[in-house]
C-alpha cells in the first residue's frame, strides 16, 4: 500500500534539455512533487551530490547516481522493517530497484538483475535535486567516520573499481604474496581503484599516458608506475599482471593489455570505451589463458563492504566541491575532463559545513 503524506513535498533539480549547437548537455531546473510513498519507498533530502559521467543521454532525465542524504520518511514497510529508518544518513548509486526473484536477485548480485531499475527509473529520478524517492533496500548507511561529500562518489566510482577487485583476487598460478594489480587511467574511477587495491595490500602499478602523474598516483597507493605508450616500458610489462582494471573511458589498444596478463591474467573493463566496443585478438587470450571480462558496479552486499572498507582505512575521492545551481559549469568541466576527480554538488550547505567543522 501507498502511504499519503501529511503534506506533500515539492522537490527541485535539473533535468537533461534538448543540447544546443554551444552545449552538448544541458541542465533546466524542475519542480516535481511527492504526495505518496510506496510501501517499501523512502524520502531523502539530499546532502550531496556528485557527477559521474554516465547516463545522461535522455531528454527528460533527472541525472545523479552518487547521492548522499537523510531520510525523511518512510513507506509502511520500511517502518515495520526498521533497518532503514527517519534520521538516517544513507547513500544511493546506480540502482533504484531491482525484481529481487531472479537468479542474479537470489544469488545476492542485485546489480546484474535480468529487470535491473537502474536510476532513471526511480519515481522522481536521480541525483540532481534536492530530494529523492527510493527503494529502502537499495539505499545504504553511511559509517559515521565519512563525510557525506568524501561519500557520495563511492557510490557510483567506488563501487565499481571495489567490486572486480573482490572478485577477482584470486588467481591459480600467483600466490596471494604475488598478485599484481595494475590501474589503467587516473581520473575519476583510477585514483580510487589504486587507492581500495593498495589498502587491500596487492602491488599496485599505475599505467597512465603522462609521465607527469606519477607523483600523484604514487599519493594515491601505487607502488610502480608506467607511461604505457613508452614502447620500452611495455615490453617490460608482457606477462606482468594478474589483474588489470580498465578506468578510462576511452578505447584502448587492448592487445598491448591483454599481453600485459600473467597466464590465468584477467583485463576487467570498468570504463565504457568510446566506441562501446572491445577489439581483441584471440591469440594472446588462448596461449596464455588470459580473458577479459566486464564489471558491470556492485551488488548491495559489496556496496556495504565498500564503503565499511573506504571508513577503515580513510579511502577519499579527491573532489571539487559545486552547487546545484551550478550544475551547466560543473557538467562543462566533466565533459572536458577537467574535473579532478570528482565534482560533489553540495545540496544542503549547513550539514556540509558542519561535518567540516
Ligand atoms: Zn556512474
Ligand atoms: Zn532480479
Known amino acids: ?45 539530499i546532502i550531496a551530490s556528485s557527477i559521474c559521467y554516465g547516463a545522461f543521454h535522455h531528454v527528460g532525465n533527472i541525472p545523479g547516481h552518487e547521492i548522499v542524504g537523510i531520510v525523511r520518511h518512510v513507506g509502511e514497510r520500511v517502518e515495520k522493517d526498521g533497518k532503514i529508518a527517519v534520521g538516517m544518513r544513507v547513500g544511493m548509486g546506480w540502482n ?51 563525510k557525506s561529500v568524501d561519500a557520495a562518489p563511492l557510490f557510483c566510482a567506488g563501487a565499481a573499481v571495489f567490486s572486480p577487485l573482490k572478485l577477482y ?17 587516473l581520473g575519476g574511477l583510477g585514483h580510487l581503484a ?40 611495455v615490453k617490460q610489462l608482457n606477462s606482468n599482471f594478474d589483474l588489470i582494471l580498465n578506468c578510462v573511458s576511452t578505447d584502448i589498444d587492448t592487445d598491448k593489455f591483454v599481453k600485459m596478463l600473467k597466464p590465468f591474467g584477467k583485463l576487467a573493463i570498468i570504463g565504457v570505451p568510446s566506441s562501446g566496443s572491445i577489439k581483441a585478438g584471440a591469440f594472446a587470450m588462448i596461449m596464455k589463458n588470459r580473458s577479459i571480462v566486464g564489471s558491470g558496479g556492485a551488488s548491495n552486499d559489496q556496496i556495504r563492504e565498500m564503503l565499511n572498507f573506504a571508513a577503515e582505512h580513510n579511502i577519499k575521492p579527491q573532489i571539487e566541491l559545486s552547487s546545484l545551481e551550478k550544475v551547466n559549469e560543473a557538467m562543462e568541466k566533466v565533459v572536458k575532463n577537467q574535473a579532478r576527480y570528482r565534482i560533489v554538488m553540495v545540496v544542503d550547505k549547513e550539514i556540509v559545513d558542519k561535518e567540516n567543522q
Open 1 to 45: 500500500m501507498s502511504k499519503q503524506l501529511m503534506k506533500p513535498i515539492t522537490v527541485k533539480g535539473y533535468a537533461v534539455a534538448e543540447p544546443t549547437e554551444t552545449q552538448k548537455f544541458l541542465l533546466k531546473p524542475i519542480e516535481q512533487q511527492v504526495n505518496s510513498l510506496g510501501e517499501n519507498d523512502i524520502f531523502v533530502d
Open 96 to 146: 533504484y530497484s531491482s525484481c529481487l526473484e531472479c537468479g542474479s536477485c537470489k544469488h545476492h548480485f542485485e546489480n546484474l538483475c535480468d529487470s535491473s531499475k537502474p536510476f532513471m527509473n526511480a519515481p522522481i529520478g536521480g541525483g540532481f535535486q534536492n530530494g529523492v524517492v527510493w527503494d529502502s533496500r537499495f539505499v545504504y548507511p553511511i559509517p559515521e567516520k565519512l
Open 169 to 185: 583476487r584470486e588467481s591459480p598460478y600467483s600466490k596471494p604474496n604475488e598478485f599484481k594489480v595494475a590501474v589503467l587511467g
Open 194 to 233: 589504486l587507492q581500495f587495491a593498495s589498502k587491500m595490500g596487492f602491488h599496485v602499478t599505475a599505467l597512465s599516458t603522462s609521465a607527469n602523474k606519477e607523483e600523484e598516483c604514487r599519493l594515491f597507493g601505487a607502488n610502480d608506475f608506467h607511461v604505457h605508450t613508452n614502447e620500452n616500458s
